[in-house]
């Protein structure tokens, strides 16, 4: 028959397993969310660069793979912003600006709500951790002094 320590570390070990994946989780979205930081944070520099340049400036424009391509700027005053569902929409170069910006504020919030979430997770485990050793002690008693 199971003892309650035997029933407390299997359920122990239970929340240990989903706490681990709850931090899995929270570290890809966290990964994820910086990666999308990383790209606005180019976009707005570019804008920024952009700023500065004037009708028929040569650009050179990344195609991916450290590859550029060659182009003119035509409109230096004009955006094409994308808005959500692979859906882009012209922009002033002040408009684009703000809603980079926007973005980034927002991310940057989700980045510290998801830091904060995945640290009360470790701490848990922590917690956790250290009851499963204290348990599987006891048992490891309880069994020694049945045996003897």
Do not use: C, W
């Not at 409109?75 to 684009?96: F, H, I, M, N, Y």
């Not at 910006?101 to 917690?127: H, M, N, P, Y």
């Amino acid at each position: 028959m199971a003892s309650k320590v035997e029933d407390d570390l299997r359920k122990l070990g239970a929340e240990l397993r989903f706490l681990e994946q709850t931090a899995e989780t929270l570290q890809s979205r966290i990964n994820m969310v910086n990666a999308v930081i990383t790209d606005l944070t180019y976009a707005n520099m570019t804008l920024e660069g952009l700023e500065k340049q004037e009708r028929d400036a040569e650009l050179l424009i990344p195609i991916g793979g450290s590859s550029y391509i060659k182009a003119k700027l035509e409109t230096p005053d004009k955006v094409t912003v994308g808005v959500g569902a692979r859906v882009s929409v012209e922009k002033t170069l002040q408009e684009a600006k703000e809603i980079v910006k926007k973005r980034l504020e927002d991310l940057d919030k989700t980045r510290t709500s998801l830091q904060q979430q995945f640290a009360q997770v470790v701490g848990r485990i922590s917690e956790d951790r250290e009851k499963f050793e204290g348990l599987a002690a006891e048992l490891r008693k309880e069994k020694t002094s049945k045996n003897v």
